[in-house]
């Protein structure tokens, strides 16, 4: 059984940083990429950031640019989010999802795997 679990969440003060893991179980993921999103209360679920298969090609929202890093170490089977100058509009349940390809997309329907999600809340 496939099973993604995310960890690192927590509250944090405007201009703070988080590093978030998501490991994944259950079958490895060496050849797919890898993404996060976020939902905040009310709001759809949102692109964040996205890494191809191999690491080398990554994809942001704009509205972390610059901010966020995302990473994977292929021979763990995690995905990790770095998360510097958070924003309290950067507030929400953050996912991590497998992508059914090799190339880092940014539609929800590209992924076919979640996790369960961690709560990151930045205060101001």
């Known amino acids: 059984q496939v099973q993604l679990v995310e960890s690192g969440g927590g509250l944090v003060q405007a201009g703070g940083s988080l590093r978030l893991s998501c490991a994944a179980t259950?079958?490895?993921?060496?050849?797919?990429?890898m993404g996060w999103f976020r939902q905040a209360p009310g709001k759809e679920r949102e692109f964040v950031a996205a890494?191809?298969?191999?690491?080398?090609?990554?994809l942001y929202a704009d509205s972390v640019k610059g901010r966020f890093t995302i990473s994977r170490d292929n021979a763990k089977n995690t995905v990790h989010l770095q998360m510097n100058s958070l924003k309290p509009e950067d507030t929400a349940v953050y996912y991590c999802?497998?992508?059914?390809?090799?190339?880092?997309?940014?539609?929800?329907?590209?992924?076919?795997?979640w996790g369960q999600g961690t709560q990151v809340t930045v205060s101001s």
């Open positions: 999802a497998v992508d059914k390809g090799m190339v880092s997309h940014s539609t929800k329907a590209s992924y076919d795997y």
């Open positions: 259950g079958r490895t993921f060496t050849m797919n990429a």
């Open positions: 890494i191809n298969w191999i690491g080398v090609s990554t």
